[in-house]
Every structure is written in C-alpha cells, then in structure tokens.
C-alpha cells in the first residue's frame, strides 16, 4: 500500500528556534498534501493545503508566516514551525492525497514539543 | 469548527461484544471516511463510504451513511482488545479537504 514518511517523529527545541518538518510520499506522487495538527486528546485540526509548486492554502486562524509550508515536489511538503513558542507544542501530521486513485494517505506523525 | 461531531466520546465495553460509534456532519459531503489512531500515533483508513452508499462492510466493521440526516455509524462486531484505540469520522468535501469529527475512545477490555 501506499506509504508516507514524516522526519523526525520526535522533535524538542528550544522556544525561539524553529523547527522543519517533512512530509513524503514513498511510492506515489502528491500534487496535494496537507498539514494537521492534533493537540492530545483531541481530533485533527487541518492547517494547511499544500499543492505543489504554488502557494499554501491556510485555514481561518492559521498564521502562513508562523507555519511557513512548502511542496516544491511531488512527493515532498515541508512544514516550518518558526519561532516556536511553548504553545506550538502539539503532534503534527501529513496526508499526501494519490494523484491517480484521489485517495489520501496520512503520515505517521511528528511530535514537536517546545521548552 | 469541526464538521464532525461523534457520541458517544467514550466507549467501554467487554471482549466479544459489539460497538457502536456515530458521527453526524452538517454541510453537503463527497464520501464519509472513518479512521482509526492508537494513542501517539497516526491515523489508520479504516473504510470510505460515498455519499450514495448506504452501507458498507469490510470484515468486522460495517458503516452506515445517511445523508438524509447527515449521520453515519461504525459498527466493530466481536470486539477485541487491541481494537483499543481512538476512532475519527472524517467528511471530504471539495479538493479532498478532509474534516475530522472529535473522534470516540473505545475501550475494550479484556
């Protein structure tokens, strides 16, 4: 089946510093991935749209210049945390939505936490 | 704000009994999605249903959709402890944009 890799799964960092994280497709290409974030014990929250080689989509309340996205590929999307602060902390996760079948495929998350 | 509501939000129930989980949604939707999230992890397809389906099965899970009241329901037969997990509904509308409910933690115990 399809697979999506997430790097790192696990990030601390320092407030202040920021943080990349990647989003790949192993196997297909994405002309659409997207970008969620899930605070613990709660559901998914879609941040952003990410289509390749144009600007991000962002979702009401989210800031493009705090969570700087770029999908220069087809099987690459990155996420930049910049300048994270403690509220940041939160377990990220990708999907990457096939090309050809329309189907989406999520990653296996990245858990940033900012000191 | 979320499109999905799920009850109940927790669930705790016997090895060998079934499950029940709802979902209901409020606008216009392309299909319906259900995913399953072990704690710290990511997300697992568990099965997709279209809006012009009523009802759908894969193994121990069967779905119901009704669009008419904008609902749907994942039934797991014969529960097990390792289905022990969080379980999301999730509505595609247009350009794939998927909008997750706020999920039900089952228990199951053994």
């Known amino acids: 089946g399809a697979v999506v890799s997430q790097h790192p799964s696990r990030v601390i960092c320092k407030s202040g510093t920021s943080v990349k994280i990647e989003c790949r497709s192993l196997?297909?290409?994405?002309?659409?991935m997207f970008w969620y974030r899930q605070f613990p014990k709660q559901s998914l929250m879609l941040m952003a749209t990410?289509?390749?080689?144009?600007?991000?989509?962002?979702e009401q309340g989210v800031e493009k210049d705090k969570f700087l996205i770029n999908h220069a590929s087809l099987t690459l999307s990155t996420l930049t945390v910049t300048s994270a602060h403690p509220e940041d902390s939160s377990f990220y996760i990708c999907?990457?939505?096939?090309?050809?079948?329309?189907?989406?495929?999520f990653g296996p998350g990245t858990r940033l936490t900012v000191l | 704000s979320q499109q999905g509501e799920e009850d109940p939000q927790a669930l705790s129930i016997q090895e060998g009994e079934n499950a029940t989980m709802n979902c209901s949604y409020k606008?216009?939707?392309?299909?319906l999605q259900w995913y399953r999230q072990n704690s710290g992890r990511g997300l697992v397809h568990l099965i997709l249903?279209?809006?012009?389906?009523r009802e759908k099965h894969s193994g121990r899970l069967r779905v119901t959709l009704d669009t008419s009241k904008k609902s749907s329901s994942l039934l797991i037969t014969a529960s097990r402890a390792a289905d022990t997990a969080s379980y999301f509904c999730?509505?595609?509308?247009?350009?794939?944009?998927?909008?997750f409910g706020e999920g039900t933690q089952l228990t199951v115990n053994p």
């Open positions: 999907s990457a939505s096939d090309r050809n079948t329309d189907t989406q495929y």
């Open positions: 196997d297909f290409q994405a002309t659409t």
């Open positions: 990410s289509n390749e080689g144009s600007k991000a989509t962002y």
């Open positions: 606008t216009s939707i392309n299909n």
């Open positions: 249903i279209r809006s012009n389906e």
């Open positions: 999730a509505t595609e509308t247009s350009g794939s944009r998927l909008t």
